[in-house]
C-alpha cells in the first residue's frame, strides 16, 4: 500500500458530504493594513488600537498582514493549501468613509478585485458585512449601535455592497459575533476559563451602559442583522444568500443521555436569547424578559419580524464550551456545573479545550431550530509557534485540535446533520483583539517585521482533508 493509499483508506468512512466547503477566514482590520488609504474612513478600532495602552504591546492593525497590498499572494497561498472558500470581511469604512453618504469606489474596487481574484483560483468567496469595525463617524454622531441610525446606516451599506458584489459573492454574512461586540463593547464581559477564574474583555466603544441601554444595544444589533438580511435581498441578485455568523453559547452536556442532551439544549436555548434565539424564533424567550424586568429591550412586534427575517444559513463560530450542564428538576430544567481547574486549555486562557462542542453547536441550533444550512464560520486556536532549525513550523498542537474537532464535525455530518462548511480561523497568524500580533491562529505563519509567509504543519494537514474532504 502506498503513502497515498494508506492515507486514503485512514480516512475511510471518515469522509464529509459532496460539496463540503473547506475555507479559511479573516477579517478585514485584522489582516489588512493600509488603514487610511484610498480614501478609507477611519473605524473605532483604528482610534482603539492608536490609544495607547489599549492593546498588548501597542500593536496596532496600521499594517497588520499587509493584505491590502498583497492579497494577490494571499489568494495563491490559499490556493496551494488546498483551500476551497474564503471568508473575508468588508472594511465598512472603506465603502463608507463617513458611515453614511457616498460611497468610496477606491474601496468598493478592492474587494471587487479580490473576488475576482479569489474566483480565478477556484475559491468561493464568502463576505462578512461587520467584523466590528464601526466607522468612528457613527460613533461620534449617535453612540454606536446605541442608536437607531446606526442601525438603518448598516441595513443601507449592506444592501450597497450586496448590489455591487452579489453577481460574483453568493453568500453573505450580516455580522460577526453579535455576543463579542456588543458585551464586550457596551458593557465589558468576563469570560470563564476553568476554577472559577475570569478573563475580563473590553473593546471599543468601552462602554458601561447599565442593563436597560445592553438591552437596547443587543436588540439594534439583531434588527440590524434582520433589516441587513432583507437589503441584500432587495439589492442581490436572486441566488445570494444571507445569514449571519454567531458565535454561539455552547451548553455541552457531559453524559449524552436523553435527559442530559436535551438539558443542554434547554441552557443553548436560553443563553443565546438576545442574539441567535430570537433571529430564528422571532422572539424573546419568557426568562429572558423576566429577568430582564423593566430594562428589558423595547420593541415592536414588526421588529420582531425583521430580526427573523428568514436566512439562508446559519453561521455558528464555535472554538469552546460555553457551560457543562446537567439536568435539574426545577425550573429551567438544568444547572451549570463548574469547569475544573485543571481541565485542558489551548494556548489562550479563555480557551477550554472540548472537541465535542463541534458536535454539539451544529447538533443543537439544528434541533432547536432546523434551518436549511450551517456554516462553521470560526474555528481554531492559537499555538506558541516557532519557526525551527530546518525552517517548518511544527504546530502538533493545532494539528491535534484541528483532527479533534473535524472528527466531531464529521460525526454531526455523518448523521445527516446539514453542515455544508467548514471555515478554519484562521488563514494567517494576524492582528488579534487585544493581544495584538501575539496570539497565532493561522495555518500559516505570517513574520511580522518582514511580512514574509510560510504555512505550518497545520496548513499540510489541512490540504490533505480538503483533498481527501475527510478527517486525515
Ligand atoms: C473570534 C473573532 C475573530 C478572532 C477569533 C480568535 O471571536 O471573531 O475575529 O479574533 O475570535
New binding site residues.
Partial sequence: MNANSAAASASAGRRFPGGFYWGVAT?AY?VEGAWDEDGKGESIWDRFAHTPGKIKNNDTGDVANDHYHRHEEDVALMKSIGVTAYRFSVAWPRIFPDGTGRPNPKGVGFYSRLVDELLAAGIEPFATLY?WDLPQALQDRYGGWQSMETVRAFADYAGYVAGQLGDRVKHFFTI??FR?FVEAGYRGTDAKVGGGKTVHLAAPPELQLPPAGLNQVRHHAVLGHGLAVQAIRAHGRADTEAGFAE?MAVAVPVIGTPEHVKAAETATRELNAAFLTVMLEGRYTDAYLADAGSDAPRFTDEELTTIASPVDFAGI?V?RPNVYVAPSDRPPGYHVIPISASHPTMASAWHIFDPEVMYWAPRQVSSLWQPKSIFIT?N?CAAADQISEDGNIYDSDRVMFLRACLTQLQRATSEGLPVHGYFH??AQDNF??LSGFGDR?GLIYVDFTTLERIPKLSAQWYREAARLNAVV
Fill in positions: 477579517s485584522q467584523h460577526n459575533e463579542s458565535n463560530n472554538y470560526e481554531g480561523w484562521s488579534e483583539w491562529f
